[in-house]
């Protein structure tokens, strides 16, 4: 049984930063694309950014060069690093997990229940 379970969100004024981790358990993370989408009430939910083993990651033109994701193996976690938010980054954020890269959230197996992220300006 996978399960996927995030943390690390907050309340932050605009400019600040947050980091968020999306702790697995039931299957190494390594082998699987490990994915982050939000959504913002009123809205769909929307791809942020996504890992397969170190090195191999993609980001939304929205967040990129703000936000950078990360893996820790021997932890079994998966982090998404925030910085200069925004208040439109404000949403609730989930992590997902997959065999494959996309951005769309129909390629992916498990979600967690998300956290929510609040950016005031």
């Known amino acids: 049984q996978v399960r996927l379970v995030e943390s690390g969100g907050g309340l932050v004024q605009a400019g600040g930063s947050l980091r968020l981790s999306c702790a697995a358990s039931?299957?190494?993370?390594?082998?699987?694309?490990m994915a982050w989408f939000r959504q913002a009430p009123g809205k769909e939910r929307e791809f942020v950014a996504v890992?397969?083993?170190?090195?191999?990651?993609y980001y939304s033109d929205s967040v990129n060069s703000r936000y950078t994701v990360s893996m820790d193996v021997a932890k079994n976690t998966v982090y998404l690093q925030m910085n200069t938010l925004k208040p439109e980054d404000t949403a609730l954020y989930y992590c997902?997990?997959?065999?494959?890269?996309?951005?769309?959230?129909?390629?992916?197996?498990?979600w967690g229940q998300g956290t929510q992220v609040t950016v005031s300006s």
């Open positions: 039931g299957r190494t993370i390594s082998n699987y694309a």
């Open positions: 997902a997990e997959g065999l494959n890269v996309m951005r769309t959230g129909t390629g992916y197996d498990y």
């Open positions: 890992i397969k083993w170190i090195g191999d990651t």
